[in-house]
Structures are given as C-alpha cells and as structure tokens.
C-alpha cells in the first residue's frame, strides 16, 4: 500500500524513489528557510506586538519584488536539468552564467525599487507605528534583494543535475546563521545594539551573504571548474541568454503576480484593525510552514521533468508528477491534523512567556482562521504540483496567463470587496483566498491533462 514511498539504491525512471532522492535534500532546504521566517516572526512577536504586525506585510512586498527576478534566474535549474538529460554540459556551464549575470542586473532594478515601496507602505491604511516598522523592514530586505535572485542562480547549477544536498547543507549553513543574528540583533544580545525589527533584517541580510559566498567558493573549486569548465565559458552569451528570457519571464512573471497578489491581501487585512493583521500574519507564516516543503518536493519534480523532457520522455515526467501528489498528498493529511488538533500549540508559538492583553485577542482570533487554512492548503498543493509539473515542461507562458487572470480578476478585486467595500471579517477574507487557491490549483490541473506541454522543447 506505501510501497510508492519505498527508497531502493537503484531508482526506476519515474519513480516515487527517485523523486524522494531529488526532493528529500529540498524540502529539507525549503523546510530550513520557512523555519527561519517562522523563528525571525516569532522573534519579533517577542519584541512587541507592532513588530509582528509590520514584518509580514513589508516582508511580503519585498518578496513580491524579488519573486519575478527569482522566478527568471531560478529558471537556470530547468534549463541544467534539461542538458543535464541530454550530457550537453558546456551548455549547463553557460546556463548558469546567463542566470547569474542577469541577477546582477535584477539586484539594480530591485534596489531601485525602494523608494516606490516606501511610498506604497505610506500610502496604506496600517496603524502609523506600524507604519514606521514596516519601512525599515523593507527598505533593509530592498537593497540586499539581489543576493536572493543571485542565489537562486547558482543553486540552479547543484538543483538541476540532482546535486541538490549541496543545496542544502549550504541553505541550512546560512539560515543558521541568519537566526543567531537575527537573535543577537533584535534583542541586543552578546554584546550587539538592540535593533528591533532592523535587526531581523540585517540577519536575514548576512545569511543571504553567506549562501552566496559558499556556492561561489564550491562552483569555482579546481574539480568543479576543469570539471564543467566554469571560469572558461563565463560571459554573456546572447541565445543562451534570450532562451532564459523567453521561458524564464513568464516563469517569474507568473510567480511575481502569485506573490503580488497574496502581499496585497496582506496588506488589505491591515485595514481591518491591527489585531486582524497580527492573527492573520501568524496563519500566513504557518502557512508557509506547509508551502515550503511542499515546495522543496515540487522542485524536485520540476527538475526530473526538465530531465526527462531533455530525454524525450514526457510519460516518464507525468509518472513523477503523479508520485508528487501521492507524497504531498499525504504530508498535507499530516499538517491538517496537527492544525486541527494541536492549534494552542501553534499560537503559542508566537504569545512569548507573558502575553499581552493585545497577544491574547490575537491568538482568539487565529485559531479559527487555522481552521480555514486547512482548506487553503489542499488546494495550494493542487497548484504546486501541477503548475511546476508544467513549468518543468516550459509551458511557462499558460501558467503565467493564468496567474495574472486569477490575480487581477479574482484575488486582488475580491480581497478589496470584502475587506473595504463590504468591511466584512478576516474569516470572510480567508474564505475568498481559499476560493483562489482552489481555482488556479484546478486550471493547473487541467491543463496538465490536456498534454499540451509535452511538445515544448526549451532549448530549441
């Protein structure tokens, strides 16, 4: 009955063995990073209820300016698995120069970004003290942006050959260090000056810098080098460079609307009251508790499917892709119950050791709001399973039509009616993302059946 999930030496094409290969080093890469948001946020909620309250949003908004750059130059690790299957391996070398290079010029347009965030921040409703918060928090994240899309560049080079426990010995190596700085900043322990939420910035800063550091220093040792012949083809080179573009736009572009739309929901939530945003940072930050390695096991497919579509082997992808959903499948079962069984254990969390009349009213209202991300959940993995299935394939352009469709036309107009027309609860704003979540997990299911992207060769 659980033979899918069986772990054998020599995995067949396909198999649930093999994805757990690629993907266990994955999630445990993704499950590390979403710890180390949930451990800065409960760090925060520590320090003062208004820290917690700000973090998300400006978070958020710093992501979703940094979600299109990573989508494109994360889109490496496709193109690596894709020559990987066909031994083309000059051409992974250039792969990855193309993604690095365009990171570098993404980490300008980002930084440039900072004053339109700080002016979006002020032009919000949130409390004022908030308010402060949030433009410190996202204008340190802002101008240190590039470090993330970069490393999504170079992870692509370990990611698409299936090297992925490099990937995560040098993301655990980095977020460890993030949450010792972040603990050591905001707090002003061992001997730092306390910095509040400037401090969870910065440490998230310098671990950023640390992955970018490692995987520089492992791609450029000799055996990698004379192995791929690294520093030989480094530079711009224009088809390489255009095939990225091409498939890698609408990949970030698609990925930029998702998380555009989702900060703006945050931000709606704040013109509720301030204990609203709280409770519901704290539902988003456990949902990323679930996102994560479910994202780590999506990546994974994503990279056999690159594979086997550099093989001429769509079937062999689809089996993964199915393998996939069996193994999310039973690890959302897991999540759900946990949430529904244990929740004071989750909010307590983030209530610290003396809880505030203010921290009270906010763990009043999360719990019911855990109740609704169950649902939200199953239809968030819907859409990861199936939108990377097809994005590993290239169709990149149908999963970023539909992005956009279900963002301008559904999430963003819809969190708007709800929360400043018809000043409904956060349940009834919770209850519209879900409607969201299920629609574009069910197009990316039915897309997936009609087949349509087994045609699609990305480095024709």
Same mark, same amino acid.
């Given at each position: 009955?659980?033979?899918? =999930?069986? $772990?054998?030496?020599?995995?067949?094409?396909?198999?649930?063995?093999?994805?757990?290969?690629?993907? !266990?080093?994955?999630?445990?890469?993704?499950?590390?990073?979403?710890?180390?948001?949930?451990?800065?946020?409960?760090?925060?909620?520590?320090?003062?209820?208004?820290?917690?309250?700000?973090?998300?949003?400006?978070?958020?908004?710093?992501?979703?300016?940094? @979600?299109?750059?990573?989508?494109?130059?994360?889109?490496?690790?496709?193109?690596?698995?894709?020559?990987?299957?066909?031994?083309?391996?000059?051409?992974?070398? !250039?792969? =990855?120069?193309?993604?690095? %290079?365009?990171?570098?010029?993404?980490?300008?347009?980002?930084?440039?970004f900072v004053p339109v965030g700080n002016f979006l921040i002020q032009s919000s409703n949130h409390d004022p003290?908030?308010?402060?918060?949030?433009?410190?928090?996202?204008?340190?994240?802002?101008?240190?942006?590039?470090?993330?899309?970069?490393?999504?560049?170079?992870? /692509?080079?370990?990611?698409?050959?299936?090297?992925?426990?490099?990937?995560?010995?040098?993301?655990?190596?980095?977020?460890?260090?993030?949450?010792?700085?972040?603990?050591?900043?905001?707090?002003?322990?061992?001997?730092?000056?306390?910095?509040?939420?400037?401090?969870?910035?910065?440490?998230?800063?310098?671990?950023?810098? !640390?992955? &970018?550091?490692? *995987?520089?220093?492992?791609?450029?040792?000799?055996?990698?080098?004379?192995?791929?012949?690294?520093?030989?083809?480094?530079?711009?080179?224009?088809?390489?460079?255009?095939? %990225?573009?091409?498939?890698?736009?609408?990949?970030?572009?698609?990925?930029?609307?998702?998380?555009?739309?989702?900060? $703006?929901?945050? *931000?709606?939530?704040?013109?509720?009251?301030?204990?609203?945003? +709280?409770?519901?940072?704290?539902?988003?930050?456990?949902?990323?508790?679930?996102?994560?390695?479910?994202?780590?096991? &999506?990546?994974?497919?994503?990279?056999?499917?690159?594979?086997?579509?550099?093989?001429?082997?769509?079937?062999?992808?689809?089996?993964?892709?199915?393998?996939?959903?069996?193994?999310?499948?039973?690890?959302?079962?897991?999540?759900?119950?946990?949430?529904?069984?244990?929740?004071?254990?989750?909010?307590?969390?983030?209530? /610290?050791?003396?809880?505030?009349?203010?921290?009270?009213?906010?763990?009043?209202?999360?719990?019911? =709001?855990?109740?609704?991300?169950?649902?939200?959940?199953?239809?968030? =993995?819907?859409?990861?399973?199936?939108?990377?299935?097809?994005?590993?394939?290239?169709?990149?352009?149908?999963?970023?039509?539909?992005?956009?469709?279900?963002?301008?036309?559904?999430?963003?107009?819809? @969190?708007?009616?709800?929360?400043?027309?018809?000043?409904?609860?956060?349940?009834? +704003?919770?209850?519209?993302?879900?409607?969201?979540?299920?629609? &574009?997990?069910?197009?990316?299911?039915?897309?997936?059946?009609?087949?349509?992207?087994?045609?699609?060769?990305?480095?024709?």
């Amino acid at each position: 009955m659980t033979s899918f =999930l069986k $772990v054998s030496g020599k995995e067949e094409p396909g198999s649930a063995s093999l994805l757990l290969k690629i993907a !266990v080093p994955l999630i445990i890469t993704t499950s590390s990073s979403s710890l180390m948001n949930f451990v800065d946020r409960m760090f925060l909620s520590w320090y003062s209820a208004d820290t917690l309250a700000a973090c998300l949003p400006a978070g958020m908004l710093s992501f979703a300016v940094i @979600s299109f750059f990573m989508g494109m130059c994360g889109y490496t690790n496709v193109f690596v698995a894709n020559y990987y299957g066909k031994k083309k391996f000059a051409n992974i070398s !250039v792969a =990855l120069w193309q993604g690095v %290079l365009l990171g570098f010029l993404s980490w300008v347009i980002i930084a440039a970004f900072v004053p339109v965030g700080n002016f979006l921040i002020q032009s919000s409703n949130h409390d004022p003290s908030v308010k402060i918060l949030e433009k410190q928090y996202y204008t340190i994240l802002g101008l240190s942006g590039g470090l993330v899309v970069i490393n999504n560049a170079l992870a /692509g080079f370990f990611t698409g050959r299936g090297k992925t426990m490099i990937t995560m010995v040098v993301n655990i190596i980095g977020n460890i260090i993030n949450i010792l700085c972040a603990y050591a900043f905001i707090f002003g322990n061992w001997g730092f000056e306390e910095m509040g939420i400037r401090g969870a910035a910065w440490g998230t800063v310098v671990g950023n810098a !640390v992955i &970018t550091l490692i *995987f520089f220093a492992v791609i450029l040792s000799p055996a990698v080098n004379r192995k791929f012949r690294i520093t030989r083809l480094f530079g711009f080179n224009k088809k390489a460079a255009l095939r %990225l573009v091409k498939y890698g736009l609408p990949n970030g572009f698609g990925f930029f609307m998702d998380i555009v739309s989702f900060s $703006v929901f945050a *931000f709606f939530t704040g013109d509720i009251d301030k204990i609203s945003l +709280a409770a519901s940072n704290i539902v988003i930050t456990l949902e990323s508790i679930v996102f994560m390695p479910l994202m780590g096991l &999506t990546i994974g497919e994503q990279v056999l499917m690159g594979r086997y579509m550099g093989m001429k082997q769509p079937s062999t992808g689809a089996k993964t892709v199915w393998n996939a959903v069996r193994i999310g499948g039973l690890y959302v079962i897991c999540i759900i119950i946990l949430f529904l069984t244990v929740p004071e254990f989750f909010t307590g969390l983030f209530a /610290g050791k003396v809880i505030s009349a203010d921290m009270e009213l906010v763990v009043q209202k999360t719990i019911p =709001l855990m109740k609704l991300l169950c649902f939200f959940t199953v239809g968030d =993995l819907m859409y990861l399973t199936f939108g990377d299935a097809i994005r590993g394939a290239g169709d990149t352009k149908f999963h970023m039509k539909t992005m956009v469709c279900c963002s301008t036309l559904l999430l963003i107009p819809g @969190s708007y009616i709800i929360i400043d027309v018809l000043h409904l609860s956060i349940g009834a +704003a919770w209850s519209w993302i879900i409607f969201y979540a299920w629609s &574009t997990g069910f197009i990316m299911f039915l897309r997936f059946l009609s087949g349509k992207w087994k045609s699609i060769d990305i480095t024709a």
